[in-house]
């Protein structure tokens, strides 16, 4: 049985890196461009956000949602530069990319799978991390097979390892980006060559997918045989094509969360949700809860996994402890203790984000590694100490010495 959408959209996350030095001249590329723009939030209209999330992290993030007119006017009145400067300040800042023009583009040839990209959003944090968000949706009434079928191919476009011979019919033309060159062109064009990132050993082919499908009610319903369901999740949650064979599946309740008609799937390089029209709150309000405040959930955990990359690459590179000391101090202060949400869904995502990218492993080996450089830092400031002990105790031997010679 051909599995039909009612509902889809898939987000493409490409994360990089901007050196420190340079964060402020990058704000300030993004403000100069005619298709940025800074995206405020606000207390009225983003009601979910200032509900969702706990105050430290709402003033980390979504600072400007109780921005005063007075204050946004005070803003808008700078120049570029200095809008720059104040917004490298912050902890973290949020562009939306204004496509002019809404053309579709399409996989393949004749009948080939349509889609749209449908909004660009660029997040930028203080320690120079970025996350450009590209949402695509296919036609509306598509195949889940489709859904499949473009995310696998999608998320490889930066990738030049050639895909296997059965999918190259699948060949993705991004004739919205006609005027921006390549899609590729068009990221390198955002973010630079991102050579950092390669360097903190962070995959720059494979984009990250945060997708959600949302099937027609007579696709997923009281009568359909739930096995077909699981068996075409495995395949959405770990991004398989729609023609890999699945054997029995087993539900791994430590990768998925579920509820009637609502499937989450986490795993390191992607999140999906998967759920049927049978329940109209899937299609009303979940939707765009996942892409709004279930999102922003997903890359605040997502920056806190890379940037502890970043600082274990700093701590196997420095020869200077206390360059980095602070950093990673600030890090568990500023970043580490304080709870994201007391939502209680969001309670329950938090647990699987955390889990999908390794955080509280990750987080211990390092602060090992902190605990190591620092007694190592602590026993060499102490050898220096004595060596300076030792070596004034010499001169004040000499000094008397020679004293004592004169005398006689």
């Known amino acids: 049985m051909e599995l039909k959408t009612k509902y889809q959209y898939t987000y493409f996350i490409y994360p990089y890196l901007v050196e420190k030095k340079d964060y402020v001249n990058y704000l300030h590329r993004l403000l100069r461009k005619p298709e940025c723009s800074l995206k405020l939030f606000d207390g009225k209209k983003d009601v979910e956000i200032d509900s969702y999330f706990l105050p430290e992290?709402?003033?980390?993030?979504?600072?400007?949602?109780?921005?005063?007119?007075?204050?946004?006017?005070?803003?808008?009145?700078?120049?570029?530069?200095?809008?720059?400067?104040?917004?490298?300040?912050?902890?973290?800042?949020?562009?939306?990319?204004?496509?002019?023009?809404?053309?579709?583009?399409?996989?393949?040839?004749?009948?080939?799978?349509?889609?749209?990209?449908?909004?660009i959003e660029i997040i930028c944090f203080c320690t120079g991390l970025c996350f450009l968000l590209v949402k695509t949706a296919l036609n509306e009434g598509a195949n889940f097979s489709d859904v499949l079928n473009f995310n696998y191919k999608f998320r490889d476009i930066q990738s030049k390892i050639l895909q296997p011979k059965e999918y190259d019919n699948i060949k993705i033309q991004t004739t919205k980006f006609k005027?921006?060159?390549?899609?590729?062109?068009?990221?390198?064009?955002?973010?630079?060559?991102?050579?950092k990132a390669k360097k903190v050993n962070l995959d720059t082919n494979r984009l990250i997918t945060y997708s959600y499908t949302c099937l027609d009610a007579n696709s997923w319903n009281e009568t359909t045989d739930i096995k077909i369901i699981e068996k075409e999740f495995e395949k959405y949650y770990h991004i398989k094509p729609a023609g890999e064979q699945t054997t029995d599946v087993k539900i791994d309740n430590n990768n998925v969360y579920q509820e009637k008609y609502a499937y989450y799937g986490f795993s390191n390089n992607s999140t999906v949700l998967f759920t049927s029209a049978s329940n109209i709150k899937n299609y009303t309000s979940l939707l765009f809860k996942y892409e709004n405040e279930q999102l922003y959930h997903f890359i605040y955990h997502l920056y806190q996994k890379i940037y502890l990359k970043q600082l274990n690459y700093e701590f196997?590179?420095?020869?200077?402890?206390?360059?980095?000391?602070?950093?990673?101090?600030?890090?568990?202060?500023?970043?580490w203790t304080y709870e994201v949400t007391n939502n209680d869904l969001g309670l329950i995502l938090e647990k699987y984000y955390k889990g999908a990218q390794n955080l509280e492993e990750t987080f211990s080996k390092l602060k090992n590694e902190?605990?190591?450089?620092?007694?190592?830092?602590?026993?060499?400031?102490?050898n220096k100490h004595n060596k300076w002990i030792v070596a004034v105790i010499i001169v004040v031997v000499i000094i008397n010495l020679i004293n004592m010679i004169i005398k006689k």
């Open 57 to 119: 992290i709402k003033n980390k993030m979504f600072w400007s949602l109780y921005l005063s007119k007075e204050g946004l006017k005070d803003y808008n009145s700078l120049d570029n530069k200095m809008k720059a400067t104040i917004l490298s300040k912050k902890e973290a800042c949020f562009f939306e990319y204004n496509i002019k023009e809404d053309i579709p583009a399409k996989i393949g040839e004749g009948g080939g799978i349509f889609f749209d990209i449908t909004k």
């Open 370 to 382: 902190y605990d190591l450089l620092y007694k190592e830092y602590n026993i060499e400031k102490t």
């Open 316 to 335: 196997s590179q420095t020869n200077n402890f206390k360059n980095i000391q602070q950093e990673f101090i600030n890090f568990s202060k500023k970043n």
């Open 179 to 195: 005027n921006m060159q390549t899609f590729s062109s068009f990221i390198e064009n955002i973010a630079g060559s991102n050579l």
